[in-house]
């Protein structure tokens, strides 16, 4: 009996001392599915036309993209000090519009603010996101209501910069036009 309790001593020891050794990388491939819908009541498409970003920011400020402009030329600017602006990103995102996920960034700051932007839809879509310890990979999906104005959905900042644009129906054989008053006044 004391042999036994000895085996399962030392057996609990060193798994103990094993894990006390256990490597700890941050961050993490964030892996998103972008589906846009141009006109209420359409079927969820996938973007076709899209480029990501991030930027490693400091937790404590707070960033957002001040125009569309900024958004197509990588620009993010300090909420609380408009001279702040960061203009070169730390990852660029790979976009493959064959995969499932289409977007992927590689995230390896603890805290990262990312920025989406949909070229086709002139549409980009905002968040800061704190990165996970040993998590390889996030996956997620980001909604893109070109019909609706700016709003927030799931931690994101959806910025529609042509809200009064008309969009035409991604769905083939659809051919009914927005109508310009559906979406006033609701969030994302």
Known sequence: MR??????????????????FKEERQGTLMRIAVFTQNVSGDELTKATDLEAYAFWVDAAKEWKVA???DALDKRITNVE???DVLS???????FDPMA?????????SVTAFMVVVDRANRMYAYRE??????LPEVFTQ???????DSGTANGWNIINPFPDEERESLVPGNDTEQDSSEGEGETV
Do not use: K, M
């Not at 499932?100 to 390896?108: A, C, G, M, P, R």
């Not at 980001?142 to 019909?147: G, K, Q, T, V």
């Open 67 to 69: 125009s569309w402009q």
């Open 3 to 20: 042999a036994i309790t000895r085996i399962f001593t030392i057996t609990l020891l060193a798994l103990a001392v094993q894990g006390c």
């Open 88 to 94: 070169t990103p730390n990852c660029i995102g790979v």
């Open 81 to 83: 000090n408009s001279s």
């Open 100 to 108: 499932e996920y289409q977007v992927t960034l590689d995230l390896t």
């Open 129 to 134: 996101y704190e990165t996970p310890i040993n």
């Open 142 to 148: 980001l909604h893109i209501y070109a019909w609706r």
